[in-house]
């Protein structure tokens, strides 16, 4: 005669609902660490993206020292094609012996923008140059 919780069970049926709930928890395991892998991804993509972005707004920079170097009226207040990646470089501007030039650039959600403060154009002399959140 049996006794407890499996007393009216068939032979079997203690088996197959292990196995059922075994099965659950290997599934819900695989669902949690698939929905890892997607987070994971979503990461990497942003900071790749960001990393792009930096990149092209630091080619625009760059450019705009150059151009600025060469032509002392350069005034910046353009849309630079950089390795097919569109930045900007903001108007420049000149107050009391240096020149401030800002370009940003933006891949996917994620934007760069810098700001650079030079105190000579020729040969180019850089006072800072730094990430900033907003012009």
Same mark, same amino acid.
């Given at each position: 005669?049996?006794?407890?919780? $499996?007393?009216?069970?068939?032979?079997?049926?203690?088996?197959?609902?292990?196995?059922?709930?075994?099965? !659950?928890? *290997?599934?819900?395991? &695989?669902?949690?660490?698939?929905?890892?892998?997607? /987070?994971?991804? +979503?990461?990497?993509?942003?900071? =790749? #993206?960001?990393?792009? %972005?930096?990149?092209?707004?630091?080619? @625009? %920079?760059?450019?705009?020292?150059?151009?600025?170097? /060469?032509?002392?009226?350069?005034?910046?207040?353009?849309?630079? =094609?950089?390795?097919?990646? =569109? @930045?900007?470089? /903001?108007?420049?501007? !000149? #107050?009391?012996?240096?020149?401030? &030039?800002?370009?940003?650039?933006?891949?996917?959600?994620?934007?760069? +923008? $810098? +700001?650079?403060?030079?105190?000579?154009?020729?040969?180019?002399? &850089?006072?800072?140059?730094? =990430?900033?959140? *907003? $012009?």
């Amino acid at each position: 005669m049996k006794i407890g919780l $499996f007393a009216h069970k068939a032979p079997g049926q203690v088996m197959l609902i292990s196995i059922m709930i075994l099965s !659950f928890l *290997t599934l819900s395991a &695989i669902v949690v660490g698939l929905a890892a892998i997607a /987070r994971e991804s +979503r990461s990497t993509t942003v900071i =790749e #993206n960001k990393a792009l %972005a930096a990149a092209a707004a630091t080619a @625009c %920079a760059e450019q705009a020292m150059d151009r600025l170097g /060469r032509n002392e009226l350069y005034s910046g207040n353009e849309v630079v =094609e950089v390795a097919d990646m =569109e @930045c900007g470089i /903001r108007p420049i501007l !000149f #107050n009391a012996g240096t020149w401030t &030039i800002e370009t940003y650039a933006q891949v996917g959600q994620q934007i760069a +923008r $810098f +700001r650079l403060i030079l105190s000579n154009r020729a040969p180019v002399e &850089i006072l800072s140059w730094e =990430e900033v959140a *907003t $012009f």
